[in-house]
């Protein structure tokens, strides 16, 4: 009976020790690049820029031209 007390101590010993905060700094080295949004963050907005310099809408999805007269 008292090992089976004390295998427990032990367990929930250790399980308390995994539920430790992570710090902000850390949570890159955790995190997947698989689990992102984009894929590629850096090159979608490089894109989105370039895309809304040329249409001169400053809105991806508005409607109207780029001020030269076309749709």
Same mark, same amino acid.
């Given at each position: 009976?008292? =090992? *089976?007390?004390?295998?427990?101590? *032990? *367990?929930?010993? =250790? &399980?308390? &020790?995994? &539920?430790?905060?992570?710090?902000?700094?850390?949570?890159?080295?955790?995190?997947?690049?698989?689990?992102?949004?984009?894929?590629?963050?850096?090159?979608? #907005?490089?894109?989105?820029?370039?895309?809304?310099?040329?249409?001169?809408?400053?809105? *991806?999805?508005? #409607?109207?031209?780029?001020? &030269?007269?076309?749709?």
């Amino acid at each position: 009976m008292k =090992l *089976v007390r004390t295998a427990t101590i *032990v *367990v929930i010993g =250790l &399980c308390a &020790c995994a &539920c430790s905060p992570v710090a902000p700094w850390q949570r890159g080295k955790l995190a997947k690049p698989q689990m992102a949004l984009e894929p590629y963050p850096l090159q979608n #907005t490089f894109i989105g820029h370039i895309y809304n310099s040329r249409e001169a809408s400053g809105a *991806v999805g508005s #409607t109207g031209g780029g001020g &030269c007269g076309c749709n």
